[in-house]
Structure formats: structure tokens, C-alpha cells
């Protein structure tokens, strides 16, 4: 398995977790959670019951649009990723609270999970707001680049959507940069136009808050 030296998040706890938190995480992650396979696994495997289609999210936060996914789309497995312990926490209540059997999360770097999955297994995936690292030195902290579309694209099946929302411009540009180098299909005239069926995030909030423009890519992954 590929070593990820370079990290592309940052610090994963804001604060010490209360004891009730505690109890959470070690209560309900071995329900809830993905313990890292040690081989290449069909993402479907890590469900109770079996789901056709499987939905996979980078960088989760706190849930709120994974959660809400499941919610309104019971039929479908929903896999969420996300480094930020306390994130993590709050997902879990969230799932016991809304008794959901179709979401599971993994604690960790979503590359190391993604890199185990076996090719052409998700149906969508979600990169919503990632950290956009704005220092230019930091610039190789970012998640998205042609490799990690490269990984991507083996993951998902063929004409099946990645969706990436940022608001941030220089960012913007240089996903659009990546995504034109893999000759990536998508409609670079829509891409500031909210989907009606989008959920949103408490970081997209907090960006139309302050103006920000969001863009909205939704992509078709070719295969090379």
C-alpha cells in the first residue's frame, strides 16, 4: 500500500473530546467504522446488507451532507472519510441518532482507504470544500492533483459523476487546470450554477456568508 508522506489536512482535533465523546468513538466506531483491509476489497463488504450502488465522501466535517444523503437515499451504501477526530464523533451520533444502516465511515486519510478499494466499485464521489491550503508553499498539501484524478478515476465506474465544490478561486483554477489535463468531461460554463438536489455543507454556508463564489463541478473521470 502507498505511503502517503505528504499530508493533506491538517490538525485532527480542535479540542480535547469530552468523556461523552469519548464513549462515543469507542462505542460506535467499531460498529460504524472501516477498519483499513489489508488487500483489495469490494466497498459493498463493509455493509450489513447489500447496496447496488455505492457513494463515497472525502472530508466529511462534521456529516451533515453525508448523513443527509442517507437519509434521503436508503438504497444506496454511503462511505465518508474524514482525519478530524471530532468530526468524526458527530457522525456517529448522527448515524445511531437517525438509525441509519447505509453509512460507514473510515478515520483516516481517504487515499489509504481509496487505494484498497477495488477498481471501477463507487458509483459517485464527493470532494466538497477541501482545505484549499492558500499558502503557496503549502500548494502540495492539496488533495486534488492529476495523480490523485488518476487514482480516482480507477475507483469509480466508467461515466459515473465526481463532485467537487470550492471557494476558492485560485483552487478553482487549479482543479480546472488538472481536470482539463486528464481530459475530464464536464460543463466548465455551469460550474457556478448550484445543482438543485445539492445538500450543502457548513462550509459552503460560511463561504456565502462572506460572498464567496462557489463553484460546483460535476465530472465524468475518462479512462486514460
Known amino acids: 500500500m502507498e505511503n502517503y508522506v505528504i499530508r493533506t489536512y491538517g490538525r485532527t482535533r480542535s479540542h480535547s473530546l469530552s468523556q461523552a465523546q469519548s464513549d462515543n468513538l469507542q462505542n460506535l466506531y467499531p460498529i460504524y467504522g472501516i477498519t483499513l483491509p489489508e488487500e483489495k476489497v469490494d466497498p459493498r463488504k ?8 455505492i457513494s463515497f465522501e472525502i472530508g466529511f466535517g462534521n456529516g451533515e451532507h453525508l448523513i443527509e444523503m442517507a437519509k434521503r437515499n436508503p438504497n444506496i451504501g454511503f462511505i465518508g472519510c474524514e482525519p478530524f477526530e471530532n468530526g468524526v464523533v458527530t457522525a456517529l451520533s448522527g448515524i445511531k441518532n437517525n438509525q441509519l444502516k447505509n453509512v460507514r465511515i473510515y478515520k483516516g486519510d481517504a487515499r489509504e482507504l481509496l487505494n484498497m478499494l477495488e477498481d471501477n466499485s463507487l458509483n459517485r464521489m464527493y470532494i466538497l470544500f477541501p482545505d484549499p491550503w492558500r499558502k503557496k508553499r503549502h500548494y502540495k498539501r492539496r488533495l486534488i492533483s492529476v495523480d490523485f484524478l488518476k487514482i480516482a478515476r480507477k475507483k469509480i465506474k466508467p461515466c459515473s459523476c465526481v463532485m467537487i465544490a470550492t471557494d476558492h478561486e485560485d483552487y478553482r483554477e487549479d482543479i480546472l487546470n488538472h481536470l482539463h489535463e486528464i481530459n475530464a468531461i464536464f460543463k466548465e460554463d455551469k460550474i457556478f450554477e448550484r445543482p438543485a438536489c445539492f445538500v450543502g455543507t457548513k462550509y ?7 460572498d464567496a463564489k462557489c463553484a460546483y463541478m460535476r465530472v465524468v473521470l475518462p479512462y486514460a
Not at 463493509?46 to 450502488?53: A, E, L, N, P, T
Request: proline share 0%.
Open 46 to 53: 463493509f455493509f450489513s446488507q447489500h447496496f447496488d450502488m
Open 204 to 210: 459552503e454556508r460560511k463561504a456565502l456568508a462572506r
